[in-house]
Structure formats: structure tokens, C-alpha cells
């Protein structure tokens, strides 16, 4: 029995929102057990940088293609861009979202539903292109959906109820295609990251308020850091997690135990 559970060679991962921050760090834990990556993002040139950072570290190959996930023909083509090179997906990683932050009050009907359109929609228009073309006909496939702890919980110090909806969404949104899709050899579980750092985070992450909140709130009583999310998408993404389907996991300090 071959016992390197989370060798990825000659696996093809789309790694969505891949231009910065946690879609790059969850594209190159992928590159590092051998998988070939496709850097999936709205901005061309980030993405194009990424994939060359990616083969040049891991020398793994990798594609850049640009693609707005709420446009339902780009994604298609995306889709048929990467079957094209290389015949096959075998992993995917729903990462790309955004972030309305006001009051629940305050918030507009557009941005509800560009949330929507985003982290909930966009989610399932990839899902659906690379389950349709790739890996139904393949009998095969590891989707891998990130969410949030907020998808799990509610919270009182920063309003945020369309990203909470969504991400709640995407949560029973996993669950619901991993019922319909484990008969053709498809897994699909979400990952619900805690406060990590990135761009958009950073600010408010370093505020005195978030910061006393995350020893009051965090069982461990930090962020999590760069990295911490690698192991999770290993596992998800091999086929050592073949009898792991429809599940949250949360990787989030603890903040959902409490």
C-alpha cells in the first residue's frame, strides 16, 4: 500500500482567488506534494506572477487564467482553457470571495447581493463547470470550498450578515453536492478559516479592539498564521480523504468550540 498519503503528482489543482493571500498560500501547499496548479483570478498580471513564483519554487507546471467567477461563460471557458492543457481536474479549491462589512441595517441591496453573486453563486458556477466537464466523465474529483467560521456562527463585533449568509451558504451548499456527486467519486468539503491576515484583514486584525477580542474570543488567543491551512487542504485534496465528503472544517483556533 502506498503510504505517501498526499503525494499529488500529476493531479491538476484550480485554485480560485489565486492572486493573493490565502489562495496563493493554499495554491503552493498543493505545488509542494507535486500537483500542477492553475492560478485562477481577475487580475491578470498578479496571477501570471503567482504561476511563474509557483514553478519556479516547486517546478511543478502551472497555467494562469484570467476569469471573473460571477460571469457564467468565463467560467466555462476557463474550465475548457485547462481541459485543453492538460486533460483533466482533479482538484479544486473554491477560494476566490469578498467581504460587505456595515451594519445589517445599513447594508444595501447591492451589497447583499454581490455577496451573493460572489462567494455563494460563484462558488457553485465553478463547482458545476468543473464537476459537468472534468470530473463526472472522470469518476473522480476532490472539491474543496472555502467558507468561513462565520458560516458556522454568528458574531457582535463587526457587521458582516451578507458574508455571514453566504458563507453559511457555501457550508450547506457542500453538503448538498457531495450527496449528489459522491456517486461519481467526488468529494466535497469546505474549510472555515478563522482570522487570518490579508489585505483586506490586516487593519482591522491590527486594532487594539480585534486584538483583545481574539485573546477573549480565540481558545488559543491569536490569528492563525501563514501556513495553518496548508495540512487541511493536503488532506482534502489527495486520496487519502476519500471517505471524508459534505464536511465543515473549521480551522479557526477553536473560535467555533466555545
Known amino acids: 500500500m502506498n ?46 506572477a503567482v504561476a511563474k513564483e509557483i514553478a519556479d519554487e516547486f517546478g511543478v507546471p502551472t497555467l494562469a487564467v484570467r476569469c471573473d467567477i460571477t460571469d457564467t461563460v468565463g ?11 492538460y486533460g483533466r481536474v482533479d482538484i479544486l479549491v473554491n477560494n476566490a470571495g469578498t467581504g460587505a462589512v456595515d451594519n445589517a441595517e445599513d447594508i444595501t441591496d447591492e451589497q447583499f447581493e454581490n455577496e451573493m453573486q460572489i462567494d455563494l453563486f460563484g462558488t457553485f458556477r465553478v463547482a458545476r463547470a468543473v464537476a459537468k466537464k472534468a470530473m463526472i466523465p472522470a469518476g473522480y474529483g476532490r472539491i474543496i470550498n472555502i467558507a468561513s467560521m462565520y458560516g458556522l456562527v454568528g458574531n457582535m463585533v463587526a457587521g458582516s450578515a451578507p458574508y455571514h449568509a453566504a458563507k453559511g451558504g457555501v457550508v450547506n451548499l457542500t453538503r448538498a453536492l457531495a450527496a449528489e456527486w459522491g456517486k461519481h467519486g467526488i468529494t466535497v468539503n469546505s474549510i472555515c478559516p478563522g482570522y487570518f491576515y490579508t489585505d483586506l484583514t490586516t487593519e482591522t486584525l491590527d486594532s487594539d479592539f480585534f486584538q483583545q477580542h ?13 501556513g495553518e491551512l496548508d495540512t487541511a487542504v493536503l488532506f482534502l485534496a489527495s486520496p487519502a480523504s476519500s471517505y471524508v465528503t459534505g464536511v465543515p472544517v473549521p480551522v479557526d483556533g477553536g473560535y467555533t468550540a466555545i
Open 214 to 226: 481574539a485573546k477573549a474570543s480565540i481558545p488559543e488567543q491569536r490569528y492563525g498564521n501563514e
Open 3 to 48: 503510504r505517501n498519503y498526499f503525494d499529488l503528482a500529476g493531479r491538476v489543482a484550480i485554485v480560485t482567488g489565486c492572486s493573493a493571500d490565502l489562495g496563493v498560500q493554499m495554491a503552493k501547499a498543493l505545488a509542494s506534494a507535486g500537483a500542477t496548479i492553475v492560478a485562477v483570478a481577475r487580475r491578470k498580471e498578479r496571477i501570471d
Open 75 to 85: 467560467v466555462d471557458a476557463m474550465v475548457d482553457t485547462v481541459l485543453s492543457e
